[in-house]
């Protein structure tokens, strides 16, 4: 009986493409189709995010099973490649990563193996590279089940400066500079927090400052929407394809100073509450749901009904 088998290389380290990998499997088990994560022996698996995919190490693959490999394993690839490209599956998570790991990789290849992408730019991106290959849209989410707006908020400015180290030093100093009457809200650092943790900094929070940069979709900013976070800053790209005047804030990539004046319109529209809050929220609510894990969940299951339906032990969960 052939599995579907992703391949993942973590550290340890917090890391969203690592996440993914993760839900992918264990959603799949919940669907009924038998997947299953393997690493290698050295492999670190993460700390910070609760799952229940079955981790498997040095695992033996067997004749028929589909394998689905990270983009930025090109060792990885080629192998998948040399042993059966119809049964390799590339899973992309951001254009950046595929363009420099991904294509020189597979075009050392005739053939084409199918792709997965988490996004419609993303997609895009694949499809100009390797235009007869088929692209498969399984979008990643903002987990309903985890972030979701807190009944109190505190004032505080939530941001993750993951990618964007320096930005923040300095939208927060001219922020409070250029606008005194927003210098005691608070500044909430997102970083080295467990998942739970982070959803909660950001139900607690009023606003979220997007450093979005090199994204496929800019997941976190979609989470701080779904917490229910007045949202200013960049869209990382990525974000442009949700991003809309009515959900947030957004400024070009790297101006800190229309970030800046971005996060005091964002500040006063929160001062202000009534109508134009709430309808702000609602907005930025409505783009979460349109990321969340149950269309991820239908998404993934109607793809891999087409591509291995042979694979679905039964209906219903195999754990």
């Given at each position: 009986m052939p599995r579907i088998v992703y391949y993942g290389f973590p550290t340890g380290r917090i890391q969203g493409g690592m996440k993914m990998i993760l839900r992918h499997v264990e959603t799949l088990r919940d669907l009924g189709f038998d997947a299953v994560f393997a690493t290698t022996p050295e492999a670190v698996m993460p700390e910070w995010l609760d799952h229940r995919a079955p981790v498997h190490r040095a695992f033996p693959v067997l004749r028929g099973d589909i394998l689905v490999i990270p983009e930025d394993a090109s060792n990885a690839l080629g192998?998948?490649?040399?042993?059966d490209p119809s049964r390799t599956v590339v899973f992309t998570q951001n254009q950046y990563i595929f363009s420099a790991f991904a294509v020189e990789a597979l075009a050392a290849f005739a053939e084409t193996p199918?792709?997965?992408?988490?996004?419609?730019?993303l997609a895009g991106?694949?499809?100009?590279?390797?235009?007869?290959?088929?692209?498969?849209?399984?979008?990643?989410?903002?987990?309903?089940?985890?972030?979701?707006?807190?009944?109190?908020?505190?004032?505080?400015?939530?941001?993750?400066?993951?990618?964007r180290a320096l930005e923040p030093k300095v939208i927060s100093a001219y922020f409070k500079r250029l606008y005194p009457r927003h210098a005691g809200r608070p500044w909430r650092e997102v970083a080295d927090l467990r998942e739970p943790e982070v959803a909660g900094v950001l139900a607690a929070s009023e606003i979220y400052l997007s450093l979005s940069r090199f994204e496929s979709v800019g997941m976190a900013t979609l989470e701080a929407m779904a917490s229910g976070c007045v949202c200013a800053g960049f869209t990382g790209i990525g974000g442009r394809e949700y991003a809309t005047a009515a959900n947030g804030f957004w400024v070009p990539e790297d101006d800190?100073?229309?970030?800046?004046?971005?996060?005091?319109?964002?500040?006063?529209?929160?001062?202000?509450?009534?109508?134009?809050?709430?309808?702000?929220?609602?907005?930025?609510?409505?783009?979460?749901?349109?990321?969340?894990?149950?269309?991820?969940?239908?998404?993934?299951?109607?793809?891999?009904?087409?591509?291995?339906p042979e694979v679905r032990i039964k209906d219903g969960p195999l754990d």
């Amino acid at each position: 009986m052939p599995r579907i088998v992703y391949y993942g290389f973590p550290t340890g380290r917090i890391q969203g493409g690592m996440k993914m990998i993760l839900r992918h499997v264990e959603t799949l088990r919940d669907l009924g189709f038998d997947a299953v994560f393997a690493t290698t022996p050295e492999a670190v698996m993460p700390e910070w995010l609760d799952h229940r995919a079955p981790v498997h190490r040095a695992f033996p693959v067997l004749r028929g099973d589909i394998l689905v490999i990270p983009e930025d394993a090109s060792n990885a690839l080629g192998q998948a490649m040399r042993r059966d490209p119809s049964r390799t599956v590339v899973f992309t998570q951001n254009q950046y990563i595929f363009s420099a790991f991904a294509v020189e990789a597979l075009a050392a290849f005739a053939e084409t193996p199918r792709f997965m992408a988490v996004g419609r730019i993303l997609a895009g991106v694949v499809g100009r590279a390797f235009p007869t290959a088929e692209v498969e849209l399984v979008p990643c989410f903002a987990d309903e089940r985890l972030f979701g707006p807190a009944s109190e908020r505190t004032p505080a400015i939530a941001y993750v400066p993951k990618k964007r180290a320096l930005e923040p030093k300095v939208i927060s100093a001219y922020f409070k500079r250029l606008y005194p009457r927003h210098a005691g809200r608070p500044w909430r650092e997102v970083a080295d927090l467990r998942e739970p943790e982070v959803a909660g900094v950001l139900a607690a929070s009023e606003i979220y400052l997007s450093l979005s940069r090199f994204e496929s979709v800019g997941m976190a900013t979609l989470e701080a929407m779904a917490s229910g976070c007045v949202c200013a800053g960049f869209t990382g790209i990525g974000g442009r394809e949700y991003a809309t005047a009515a959900n947030g804030f957004w400024v070009p990539e790297d101006d800190c100073e229309a970030a800046v004046d971005a996060l005091a319109r964002a500040a006063d529209l929160v001062l202000t509450g009534g109508p134009p809050l709430a309808r702000y929220r609602e907005a930025a609510q409505a783009t979460a749901r349109q990321w969340s894990y149950a269309r991820f969940r239908e998404a993934l299951e109607e793809t891999w009904m087409r591509l291995a339906p042979e694979v679905r032990i039964k209906d219903g969960p195999l754990d």
